[in-house]
Protein backbone atom coordinates (compact mmCIF):
# COMPACT_ATOMS: atom_id res chain seq x y z
CA UNK A 1 0.00 0.00 0.00
CA UNK A 2 1.14 3.51 -0.52
CA UNK A 3 2.45 5.34 2.36
CA UNK A 4 0.27 7.73 3.69
CA UNK A 5 2.28 11.15 4.21
CA UNK A 6 2.74 10.72 8.01
CA UNK A 7 3.02 6.99 8.52
CA UNK A 8 4.97 5.45 11.55
CA UNK A 9 7.33 2.30 10.65
CA UNK A 10 6.87 -0.72 12.96
CA UNK A 11 9.34 -2.78 12.95
CA UNK A 12 8.87 -6.28 14.11
CA UNK A 13 11.43 -7.99 15.83
CA UNK A 14 9.22 -11.09 16.77
CA UNK A 15 7.96 -9.49 20.27
CA UNK A 16 4.33 -10.65 21.64
CA UNK A 17 3.00 -6.89 21.35
CA UNK A 18 3.58 -5.85 17.81
CA UNK A 19 0.17 -5.84 17.08
CA UNK A 20 -0.50 -3.60 19.86
CA UNK A 21 1.36 -1.18 19.70
CA UNK A 22 0.86 -0.32 15.95
CA UNK A 23 -2.77 -0.36 17.48
CA UNK A 24 -1.89 2.05 19.80
CA UNK A 25 -0.05 4.27 17.37
CA UNK A 26 -3.48 4.35 15.21
CA UNK A 27 -5.60 4.99 18.48
CA UNK A 28 -3.11 8.54 19.02
CA UNK A 29 -4.71 9.49 15.07
CA UNK A 30 -1.26 8.20 13.52
CA UNK A 31 -1.17 5.91 10.74
CA UNK A 32 1.52 3.00 10.93
CA UNK A 33 2.38 0.15 8.88
CA UNK A 34 4.40 -3.19 10.39
CA UNK A 35 7.38 -4.42 8.56
CA UNK A 36 9.81 -7.36 9.52
CA UNK A 37 12.96 -5.87 11.19
CA UNK A 38 15.02 -6.63 7.74
CA UNK A 39 13.73 -3.71 5.68
CA UNK A 40 16.69 -1.84 5.01
CA UNK A 41 17.83 1.73 5.67
CA UNK A 42 17.41 2.61 1.93
CA UNK A 43 13.97 1.71 1.75
CA UNK A 44 13.27 3.25 5.22
CA UNK A 45 14.64 6.73 3.45
CA UNK A 46 12.66 6.15 -0.19
CA UNK A 47 9.37 5.12 2.02
CA UNK A 48 9.65 8.38 4.17
CA UNK A 49 8.37 7.46 7.64
CA UNK A 50 8.14 10.38 9.96
CA UNK A 51 9.41 7.84 12.85
CA UNK A 52 10.42 4.24 13.77
CA UNK A 53 9.06 2.29 16.62
CA UNK A 54 11.51 -0.87 17.35
CA UNK A 55 9.52 -3.67 18.85
CA UNK A 56 10.00 -6.36 21.47
CA UNK A 57 11.40 -9.62 20.93
CA UNK A 58 12.39 -13.03 23.11
CA UNK A 59 16.23 -12.77 22.03
CA UNK A 60 19.09 -11.22 23.59
CA UNK A 61 20.76 -7.80 21.72
CA UNK A 62 24.42 -8.97 22.51
CA UNK A 63 23.52 -12.44 20.71
CA UNK A 64 25.31 -12.10 17.73
CA UNK A 65 22.53 -14.61 15.90
CA UNK A 66 19.52 -12.17 17.35
CA UNK A 67 17.61 -9.83 14.94
CA UNK A 68 19.42 -7.16 14.28
CA UNK A 69 18.40 -3.70 12.44
CA UNK A 70 20.55 -2.22 9.57
CA UNK A 71 22.70 0.21 11.52
CA UNK A 72 22.86 3.09 8.52
CA UNK A 73 19.07 3.67 9.60
CA UNK A 74 20.04 6.03 12.34
CA UNK A 75 22.14 8.03 10.29
CA UNK A 76 18.24 8.75 8.65
CA UNK A 77 17.92 11.43 11.10
CA UNK A 78 14.18 9.83 11.45
CA UNK A 79 13.14 9.59 15.08
CA UNK A 80 13.55 6.42 16.41
CA UNK A 81 11.75 4.16 19.84
CA UNK A 82 12.91 1.39 20.83
CA UNK A 83 10.74 -0.91 23.07
CA UNK A 84 12.00 -3.49 25.49
CA UNK A 85 14.12 -5.99 22.67
CA UNK A 86 14.08 -3.52 20.94
CA UNK A 87 15.66 -0.10 23.64
CA UNK A 88 18.65 -3.04 24.27
CA UNK A 89 19.07 -3.45 20.62
CA UNK A 90 19.35 0.44 19.98
CA UNK A 91 21.99 0.59 23.23
CA UNK A 92 24.19 -1.95 21.53
CA UNK A 93 24.69 -0.66 18.35
CA UNK A 94 24.83 2.79 19.56
CA UNK A 95 27.85 1.89 21.52
CA UNK A 96 26.54 1.03 24.88
CA UNK A 97 26.41 -2.17 26.50
CA UNK A 98 23.36 -4.99 27.48
CA UNK A 99 24.32 -7.96 29.66
CA UNK A 100 21.62 -10.90 30.80
CA UNK A 101 20.86 -10.60 34.52
CA UNK A 102 19.24 -13.54 35.75
CA UNK A 103 19.52 -12.03 39.67
CA UNK A 104 17.81 -8.50 39.08
CA UNK A 105 14.74 -9.68 36.27
CA UNK A 106 11.84 -7.92 36.53
CA UNK A 107 8.34 -9.06 35.36
CA UNK A 108 4.90 -7.56 35.36
CA UNK A 109 3.72 -4.47 37.61
CA UNK A 110 7.17 -2.27 38.56
CA UNK A 111 7.38 0.72 39.69
CA UNK A 112 9.53 3.64 38.13
CA UNK A 113 10.69 6.79 38.80
CA UNK A 114 10.65 9.51 35.70
CA UNK A 115 12.48 12.26 34.62
CA UNK A 116 9.52 14.56 33.74
CA UNK A 117 11.86 17.47 32.24
CA UNK A 118 12.95 14.48 29.86
CA UNK A 119 10.79 14.93 26.37
CA UNK A 120 9.44 11.62 26.60
CA UNK A 121 7.99 11.87 30.03
CA UNK A 122 6.83 15.11 29.38
CA UNK A 123 3.76 16.18 31.83
CA UNK A 124 3.75 12.60 33.24
CA UNK A 125 3.88 11.52 36.75
CA UNK A 126 7.12 11.58 38.33
CA UNK A 127 6.23 7.92 40.05
CA UNK A 128 4.51 5.67 37.97
CA UNK A 129 3.36 1.86 37.61
CA UNK A 130 4.99 0.63 34.00
CA UNK A 131 5.06 -3.17 32.44
CA UNK A 132 7.89 -4.63 32.19
CA UNK A 133 8.97 -8.27 31.09
CA UNK A 134 12.85 -8.54 30.95
CA UNK A 135 15.92 -10.84 31.98
CA UNK A 136 18.79 -8.64 29.93
CA UNK A 137 18.96 -4.80 30.62
CA UNK A 138 20.87 -1.78 29.47
CA UNK A 139 24.16 -1.51 31.60
CA UNK A 140 25.84 1.15 30.19
CA UNK A 141 23.96 3.82 27.88
CA UNK A 142 25.60 5.08 24.03
CA UNK A 143 27.36 8.62 24.23
CA UNK A 144 24.73 11.51 23.97
CA UNK A 145 21.80 9.81 25.75
CA UNK A 146 20.94 10.57 29.36
CA UNK A 147 18.94 7.67 31.71
CA UNK A 148 14.84 9.63 32.02
CA UNK A 149 13.91 6.70 34.25
CA UNK A 150 15.08 4.07 37.10
CA UNK A 151 13.33 1.62 38.95
CA UNK A 152 14.35 -0.31 41.52
CA UNK A 153 16.33 -3.50 39.53
CA UNK A 154 16.61 -1.39 36.04
CA UNK A 155 19.10 1.59 36.24
CA UNK A 156 18.03 2.49 32.74
CA UNK A 157 14.33 2.12 32.05
CA UNK A 158 14.48 4.50 29.87
CA UNK A 159 17.20 6.75 28.17
CA UNK A 160 17.00 9.45 25.37
CA UNK A 161 19.52 11.35 23.26
CA UNK A 162 17.09 14.54 22.37
CA UNK A 163 19.75 15.97 19.88
CA UNK A 164 19.18 12.52 17.41
CA UNK A 165 15.54 12.16 18.35
CA UNK A 166 16.91 8.71 19.88
CA UNK A 167 14.64 7.46 22.90
CA UNK A 168 14.57 4.00 24.05
CA UNK A 169 12.37 2.20 27.18
CA UNK A 170 12.70 -1.02 28.75
CA UNK A 171 8.84 -1.49 30.05
CA UNK A 172 6.13 -1.75 27.51
CA UNK A 173 4.30 1.84 26.65
CA UNK A 174 1.76 0.02 25.17
CA UNK A 175 0.06 -2.39 27.58
CA UNK A 176 -2.65 -1.40 29.66
CA UNK A 177 -0.86 -1.93 32.82
CA UNK A 178 1.70 0.75 31.93
CA UNK A 179 -0.71 3.61 33.59
CA UNK A 180 0.76 6.64 31.44
CA UNK A 181 2.01 4.50 28.55
CA UNK A 182 -0.79 6.37 25.68
CA UNK A 183 0.89 9.65 27.31
CA UNK A 184 4.45 8.41 26.52
CA UNK A 185 3.66 7.06 23.07
CA UNK A 186 2.13 10.82 22.19
CA UNK A 187 5.11 12.30 23.30
CA UNK A 188 7.15 10.46 20.93
CA UNK A 189 5.08 10.32 18.37
CA UNK A 190 3.91 14.22 18.08
CA UNK A 191 6.66 15.43 20.02
CA UNK A 192 9.34 13.67 18.50
CA UNK A 193 8.23 12.87 15.22
CA UNK A 194 6.07 15.84 14.78
CA UNK A 195 3.31 14.24 13.60
CA UNK A 196 -0.01 15.98 13.58
CA UNK A 197 -2.30 13.37 14.70
CA UNK A 198 -4.99 13.76 11.68
CA UNK A 199 -4.80 10.43 10.68
CA UNK A 200 -8.77 8.68 10.89
CA UNK A 201 -10.65 5.97 9.57
CA UNK A 202 -11.81 7.88 7.03
CA UNK A 203 -8.71 9.22 5.70
CA UNK A 204 -7.52 5.32 5.59
CA UNK A 205 -10.58 4.62 3.35
CA UNK A 206 -10.23 7.93 0.99
CA UNK A 207 -6.31 7.03 0.81
CA UNK A 208 -7.00 3.45 -0.01
CA UNK A 209 -10.07 3.78 -2.88
CA UNK A 210 -7.44 6.40 -4.77
CA UNK A 211 -4.41 3.65 -4.24
CA UNK A 212 -7.00 0.42 -5.26
CA UNK A 213 -7.87 2.91 -8.80
CA UNK A 214 -4.30 3.63 -9.63
CA UNK A 215 -3.22 -0.51 -8.70
CA UNK A 216 -6.57 -1.70 -11.12
CA UNK A 217 -6.76 1.17 -13.48
CA UNK A 218 -9.15 -0.50 -15.96
CA UNK A 219 -8.47 -4.05 -14.70
CA UNK A 220 -10.83 -6.53 -13.40
CA UNK A 221 -11.26 -7.89 -10.04
CA UNK A 222 -12.81 -11.35 -8.49
CA UNK A 223 -13.72 -11.39 -4.76
CA UNK A 224 -14.82 -14.65 -2.53
CA UNK A 225 -17.51 -12.90 -0.88
CA UNK A 226 -17.95 -15.15 2.67
CA UNK A 227 -20.47 -12.61 4.28
CA UNK A 228 -17.84 -12.45 6.52
CA UNK A 229 -16.57 -8.92 8.14
CA UNK A 230 -13.58 -9.11 6.12
CA UNK A 231 -14.21 -9.96 2.87
CA UNK A 232 -17.52 -7.94 3.08
CA UNK A 233 -15.68 -4.82 4.02
CA UNK A 234 -12.56 -5.26 0.98
CA UNK A 235 -15.13 -5.86 -1.51
CA UNK A 236 -17.16 -2.81 -1.17
CA UNK A 237 -13.74 -0.70 -0.86
CA UNK A 238 -12.76 -2.38 -3.78
CA UNK A 239 -16.32 -1.70 -5.49
CA UNK A 240 -16.27 1.99 -4.31
CA UNK A 241 -12.93 2.17 -5.71
CA UNK A 242 -14.02 0.46 -9.47
CA UNK A 243 -17.36 0.09 -9.32
CA UNK A 244 -18.55 -2.55 -12.01
CA UNK A 245 -14.88 -3.84 -12.35
CA UNK A 246 -15.54 -6.06 -9.49
CA UNK A 247 -17.55 -9.10 -9.69
CA UNK A 248 -18.18 -11.41 -6.20
CA UNK A 249 -18.81 -14.68 -6.22
CA UNK A 250 -20.87 -16.26 -3.23
CA UNK A 251 -20.43 -19.43 -2.82
CA UNK A 252 -23.73 -20.63 -0.25
CA UNK A 253 -22.53 -24.14 0.79
CA UNK A 254 -26.09 -24.67 2.92
CA UNK A 255 -24.28 -24.58 5.79
CA UNK A 256 -24.59 -21.18 6.78
CA UNK A 257 -27.27 -20.09 9.70
CA UNK A 258 -30.79 -19.77 9.06
CA UNK A 259 -31.72 -16.87 6.47
CA UNK A 260 -28.05 -15.94 6.44
CA UNK A 261 -27.55 -16.71 2.55
CA UNK A 262 -30.41 -13.97 1.28
CA UNK A 263 -29.48 -11.10 3.79
CA UNK A 264 -26.18 -11.45 2.22
CA UNK A 265 -26.65 -11.16 -1.33
CA UNK A 266 -29.65 -8.27 -0.87
CA UNK A 267 -27.29 -5.98 0.98
CA UNK A 268 -24.65 -6.78 -1.77
CA UNK A 269 -27.11 -6.55 -4.29
CA UNK A 270 -29.31 -3.93 -3.62
CA UNK A 271 -27.86 -1.60 -1.02
CA UNK A 272 -24.54 -1.92 -3.28
CA UNK A 273 -25.43 -2.72 -6.47
CA UNK A 274 -22.76 -4.99 -6.92
CA UNK A 275 -22.05 -7.72 -9.57
CA UNK A 276 -22.97 -10.35 -7.78
CA UNK A 277 -22.71 -14.06 -8.16
CA UNK A 278 -24.56 -16.69 -5.66
CA UNK A 279 -23.66 -20.05 -6.05
CA UNK A 280 -26.60 -21.77 -4.47
CA UNK A 281 -24.29 -25.37 -3.73
CA UNK A 282 -25.88 -26.76 -0.56
CA UNK A 283 -26.85 -30.05 -2.67
CA UNK A 284 -23.17 -30.76 -4.19
CA UNK A 285 -21.62 -30.29 -0.88
CA UNK A 286 -24.76 -32.20 1.59
CA UNK A 287 -23.33 -35.06 -1.37
CA UNK A 288 -19.81 -34.78 -0.63
CA UNK A 289 -20.57 -34.78 3.12
CA UNK A 290 -22.97 -37.68 3.12
CA UNK A 291 -21.91 -40.26 5.85
CA UNK A 292 -18.59 -38.15 6.56
CA UNK A 293 -18.47 -38.02 10.58
CA UNK A 294 -14.84 -37.31 11.30
CA UNK A 295 -14.66 -33.31 12.09
CA UNK A 296 -11.26 -33.01 9.70
CA UNK A 297 -12.65 -34.84 6.77
CA UNK A 298 -15.75 -32.76 7.00
CA UNK A 299 -13.42 -29.22 6.87
CA UNK A 300 -11.48 -31.07 3.93
CA UNK A 301 -14.28 -31.85 1.81
CA UNK A 302 -15.52 -28.36 2.43
CA UNK A 303 -12.30 -26.22 1.86
CA UNK A 304 -12.07 -28.21 -1.29
CA UNK A 305 -15.20 -28.09 -2.68
CA UNK A 306 -15.36 -24.20 -1.66
CA UNK A 307 -12.43 -23.85 -3.94
CA UNK A 308 -13.74 -26.07 -6.64
CA UNK A 309 -17.09 -24.25 -6.68
CA UNK A 310 -15.40 -20.89 -6.98
CA UNK A 311 -12.20 -21.70 -9.92
CA UNK A 312 -15.69 -23.52 -11.75
CA UNK A 313 -17.96 -20.13 -11.73
CA UNK A 314 -14.30 -17.74 -12.28
CA UNK A 315 -13.52 -20.14 -15.95
CA UNK A 316 -16.93 -18.74 -16.68
CA UNK A 317 -16.02 -15.23 -16.50
CA UNK A 318 -13.06 -14.95 -19.01
CA UNK A 319 -9.79 -13.30 -18.11
CA UNK A 320 -9.81 -11.40 -14.51
CA UNK A 321 -6.72 -9.70 -13.63
CA UNK A 322 -7.14 -9.33 -9.58
CA UNK A 323 -8.08 -11.17 -6.77
CA UNK A 324 -9.48 -9.41 -4.02
CA UNK A 325 -9.12 -10.90 -0.18
CA UNK A 326 -10.16 -9.77 3.11
CA UNK A 327 -6.89 -10.70 5.08
CA UNK A 328 -6.82 -8.54 7.66
CA UNK A 329 -3.55 -8.04 10.15
CA UNK A 330 -3.51 -11.38 12.85
CA UNK A 331 -3.83 -13.40 9.46
CA UNK A 332 -0.61 -12.78 8.20
CA UNK A 333 0.30 -13.24 11.82
CA UNK A 334 -1.11 -16.10 11.75
CA UNK A 335 0.17 -17.67 8.36
CA UNK A 336 3.67 -17.42 9.52
CA UNK A 337 4.51 -14.10 7.68
CA UNK A 338 5.02 -12.06 10.50
CA UNK A 339 8.22 -12.56 13.31
CA UNK A 340 5.98 -13.45 16.12
CA UNK A 341 6.73 -16.47 17.51
CA UNK A 342 3.30 -17.86 18.56
CA UNK A 343 1.42 -19.16 15.24
CA UNK A 344 -1.77 -20.46 15.65
CA UNK A 345 -3.23 -22.80 12.57
CA UNK A 346 -5.82 -21.09 10.38
CA UNK A 347 -8.41 -23.09 9.25
CA UNK A 348 -10.59 -21.08 6.67
CA UNK A 349 -12.72 -21.76 4.05
CA UNK A 350 -11.89 -19.11 2.18
CA UNK A 351 -8.25 -20.09 1.59
CA UNK A 352 -7.47 -19.72 -2.28
CA UNK A 353 -4.63 -21.17 -3.85
CA UNK A 354 -2.34 -18.76 -5.22
CA UNK A 355 -2.00 -20.56 -8.81
CA UNK A 356 -5.70 -19.62 -9.73
CA UNK A 357 -3.72 -17.40 -12.42
CA UNK A 358 -4.28 -14.22 -11.33
CA UNK A 359 -1.85 -11.04 -12.04
CA UNK A 360 -2.04 -9.83 -8.51
CA UNK A 361 -3.45 -10.19 -5.19
CA UNK A 362 -5.23 -6.87 -3.75
CA UNK A 363 -5.90 -7.10 0.12
CA UNK A 364 -7.11 -3.75 1.13
CA UNK A 365 -7.16 -4.74 4.98
CA UNK A 366 -3.85 -6.02 5.74
CA UNK A 367 -2.69 -3.94 7.60
CA UNK A 368 -5.76 -3.41 10.46
CA UNK A 369 -6.76 -5.32 12.82
CA UNK A 370 -10.37 -6.68 13.12
CA UNK A 371 -12.17 -3.24 15.29
CA UNK A 372 -10.37 -1.23 12.68
CA UNK A 373 -11.96 -3.43 10.31
CA UNK A 374 -15.64 -2.80 11.35
CA UNK A 375 -14.74 0.71 12.04
CA UNK A 376 -14.05 0.92 8.58
CA UNK A 377 -16.99 -1.05 7.40
CA UNK A 378 -19.14 1.56 9.47
CA UNK A 379 -17.88 3.97 7.46
CA UNK A 380 -18.62 2.66 4.22
CA UNK A 381 -22.11 2.44 5.62
CA UNK A 382 -22.55 -1.71 5.66
CA UNK A 383 -25.11 -2.44 7.97
CA UNK A 384 -24.61 -3.37 11.32
CA UNK A 385 -25.46 -7.30 11.01
CA UNK A 386 -22.66 -7.84 8.59
CA UNK A 387 -20.08 -5.30 10.52
CA UNK A 388 -20.96 -6.60 14.00
CA UNK A 389 -21.40 -10.07 13.14
CA UNK A 390 -19.63 -12.65 15.37
CA UNK A 391 -17.23 -14.86 14.04
CA UNK A 392 -18.40 -17.92 12.18
CA UNK A 393 -16.29 -20.57 10.85
CA UNK A 394 -15.60 -21.61 7.27
CA UNK A 395 -17.18 -24.65 7.55
CA UNK A 396 -19.91 -23.30 9.14
CA UNK A 397 -22.64 -25.61 10.54
CA UNK A 398 -21.19 -28.59 9.18
CA UNK A 399 -18.87 -28.57 12.58
CA UNK A 400 -22.03 -27.43 14.82
CA UNK A 401 -23.44 -31.06 13.74
CA UNK A 402 -21.69 -33.88 15.38
CA UNK A 403 -21.85 -36.69 13.49
CA UNK A 404 -22.61 -36.96 9.72
CA UNK A 405 -24.64 -34.15 8.33
CA UNK A 406 -28.47 -34.73 6.60
CA UNK A 407 -30.91 -31.98 5.53
CA UNK A 408 -33.07 -32.97 8.12
CA UNK A 409 -30.21 -31.89 10.91
CA UNK A 410 -29.60 -28.99 9.57
CA UNK A 411 -32.74 -27.45 9.80
CA UNK A 412 -33.24 -28.24 13.17
CA UNK A 413 -29.96 -27.09 14.17
CA UNK A 414 -30.64 -23.91 11.75
CA UNK A 415 -34.26 -23.26 13.78
CA UNK A 416 -32.31 -23.99 17.14
CA UNK A 417 -29.93 -21.75 16.35
CA UNK A 418 -32.30 -18.63 14.89
CA UNK A 419 -34.21 -18.94 18.51
CA UNK A 420 -30.80 -18.30 20.59
CA UNK A 421 -29.97 -15.52 18.29
CA UNK A 422 -32.55 -13.43 18.84
CA UNK A 423 -33.36 -14.32 22.27
CA UNK A 424 -29.64 -13.20 23.08
CA UNK A 425 -30.16 -10.07 20.75
CA UNK A 426 -33.98 -9.21 22.77
CA UNK A 427 -31.79 -9.94 26.30
CA UNK A 428 -29.05 -7.52 25.06
CA UNK A 429 -26.47 -10.36 25.29
CA UNK A 430 -25.23 -10.00 21.74
CA UNK A 431 -23.18 -6.97 22.60
CA UNK A 432 -21.48 -8.69 25.60
CA UNK A 433 -20.78 -12.18 25.07
CA UNK A 434 -18.40 -13.02 22.33
CA UNK A 435 -19.69 -16.04 20.19
CA UNK A 436 -22.48 -18.10 20.83
CA UNK A 437 -24.76 -20.36 18.91
CA UNK A 438 -26.67 -23.66 19.11
CA UNK A 439 -24.64 -27.68 18.71
CA UNK A 440 -26.43 -30.21 17.39
CA UNK A 441 -24.92 -32.97 19.68
CA UNK A 442 -26.02 -36.11 18.24
CA UNK A 443 -27.43 -37.69 20.90
CA UNK A 444 -30.62 -38.57 21.41
CA UNK A 445 -32.07 -39.08 24.88
CA UNK A 446 -35.56 -40.14 26.54
CA UNK A 447 -38.19 -37.87 26.77
CA UNK A 448 -42.02 -37.28 27.85
CA UNK A 449 -44.09 -35.05 25.67
CA UNK A 450 -48.31 -34.75 26.29
CA UNK A 451 -48.83 -38.42 27.60
CA UNK A 452 -46.24 -39.65 24.90
CA UNK A 453 -42.52 -40.86 25.54
CA UNK A 454 -40.16 -39.42 22.89
CA UNK A 455 -36.63 -40.20 21.83
CA UNK A 456 -35.04 -36.94 19.93
CA UNK A 457 -32.37 -35.02 19.96
CA UNK A 458 -30.29 -32.51 22.48
CA UNK A 459 -29.61 -29.58 21.42
CA UNK A 460 -26.49 -27.82 23.23
CA UNK A 461 -26.04 -24.05 23.64
CA UNK A 462 -22.47 -22.99 23.39
CA UNK A 463 -21.68 -18.83 24.72
CA UNK A 464 -18.42 -17.76 25.38
CA UNK A 465 -16.53 -14.50 26.72
CA UNK A 466 -13.09 -13.96 25.03
CA UNK A 467 -11.08 -11.66 23.65
CA UNK A 468 -8.75 -13.41 21.52
CA UNK A 469 -10.80 -16.58 20.67
CA UNK A 470 -7.68 -18.62 21.78
CA UNK A 471 -9.12 -18.69 25.42
CA UNK A 472 -12.55 -18.64 26.31
CA UNK A 473 -15.01 -18.77 29.70
CA UNK A 474 -18.11 -20.02 29.17
CA UNK A 475 -20.62 -17.13 29.88
CA UNK A 476 -23.04 -16.46 32.68
CA UNK A 477 -25.86 -16.29 31.01
CA UNK A 478 -28.65 -15.39 33.32
CA UNK A 479 -30.77 -18.68 33.94
CA UNK A 480 -34.25 -16.41 32.34
CA UNK A 481 -32.79 -16.18 29.13
CA UNK A 482 -31.43 -19.98 29.14
CA UNK A 483 -35.03 -20.71 30.41
CA UNK A 484 -37.02 -19.10 27.43
CA UNK A 485 -33.86 -19.86 24.55
CA UNK A 486 -34.99 -24.24 26.32
CA UNK A 487 -38.44 -23.61 26.25
CA UNK A 488 -39.02 -22.12 22.63
CA UNK A 489 -36.61 -24.42 21.30
CA UNK A 490 -38.70 -27.69 22.44
CA UNK A 491 -42.07 -26.29 21.44
CA UNK A 492 -40.77 -24.42 18.35
CA UNK A 493 -37.99 -26.83 16.78
CA UNK A 494 -39.63 -30.05 15.69
CA UNK A 495 -37.41 -33.54 17.18
CA UNK A 496 -35.59 -31.70 19.84
CA UNK A 497 -36.69 -33.13 23.60
CA UNK A 498 -33.75 -31.77 25.35
CA UNK A 499 -31.29 -28.68 25.60
CA UNK A 500 -28.48 -28.08 27.80
CA UNK A 501 -25.73 -25.82 28.53
CA UNK A 502 -22.46 -25.95 27.81
CA UNK A 503 -20.03 -24.97 31.08
CA UNK A 504 -17.00 -25.41 30.07
CA UNK A 505 -13.96 -23.20 29.32
CA UNK A 506 -11.34 -22.82 26.84
CA UNK A 507 -8.84 -24.90 27.57
CA UNK A 508 -10.06 -27.40 28.17
CA UNK A 509 -12.70 -26.94 25.56
CA UNK A 510 -12.85 -25.63 22.27
CA UNK A 511 -15.38 -23.20 21.52
CA UNK A 512 -16.86 -25.13 18.63
CA UNK A 513 -18.03 -28.52 19.61
CA UNK A 514 -15.41 -29.86 16.43
P1 LIG B 1 -12.00 -23.20 18.56
O1 LIG B 1 -13.16 -24.12 18.33
O2 LIG B 1 -10.72 -23.69 17.93
O3 LIG B 1 -12.38 -21.85 17.79
O4 LIG B 1 -11.83 -22.82 20.01
C1 LIG B 1 -11.71 -20.64 17.89
C2 LIG B 1 -12.35 -19.69 16.91
O5 LIG B 1 -12.11 -20.12 15.57
C3 LIG B 1 -13.33 -20.40 14.91
N1 LIG B 1 -13.13 -21.61 14.13
C4 LIG B 1 -12.99 -21.64 12.79
N2 LIG B 1 -12.98 -20.65 11.89
N3 LIG B 1 -12.67 -22.23 10.17
C5 LIG B 1 -12.83 -20.94 10.56
O6 LIG B 1 -12.84 -20.05 9.73
C6 LIG B 1 -12.66 -23.28 11.01
O7 LIG B 1 -12.51 -24.43 10.61
C7 LIG B 1 -12.83 -22.97 12.40
N4 LIG B 1 -12.85 -23.72 13.53
C8 LIG B 1 -13.05 -22.87 14.57
C9 LIG B 1 -14.37 -20.57 16.00
O8 LIG B 1 -15.69 -20.28 15.55
C10 LIG B 1 -13.87 -19.61 17.06
O9 LIG B 1 -14.29 -18.30 16.80
Avoid at 1 to 20: A, P, S
Avoid at 281 to 293: C, D, H, I, P, T
Avoid at 489 to 499: D, G, L, Y
Wanted: with cysteine.
Amino acid sequence: MEINNETILVMDFGGQYTQLIARRVRECNVFCEIKPYTISAEEIAKRGYKGIIFTGGPNSAYDDNGPKCDPKLFELKIPVLGICYGAQLMAQTLGGRVEGDNENKEYGKTEVEFNTSSLMFHSAQKNNIVWMSHTDRIEEIPHGFKVTAISKDCPVAAMEDVTRNFFAVQFHPEVQHTVEGTLYLKNFLYNACGCKADWKMDSFVEETIEYLREKIGNKKVLCALSGGVDSSVAAVLVHRAVGKQLTCIFVDHGLLRKDEGDNVEKVFREQFDMNLIRVNAQERFLSKLAGVSDPERKRKIIGEEFIRVFEEESKKLGKIEFLCQGTIYPDVVESGAGQSAVIKSHHNVGGLPEDVGFEGIIEPLRDLFKDEVRKVGTELKIPDFLVWRQPFPGPGLAIRIMGDITEEKLDILKDADAIMREEFANAGLDKTVNQYFAVMTGIKSVGVMGDGRTYDNTIALRAVTTGDFMTADWARVPYDVLEKISNRIINEVRCVNRVVYDITSKPPATIEWE
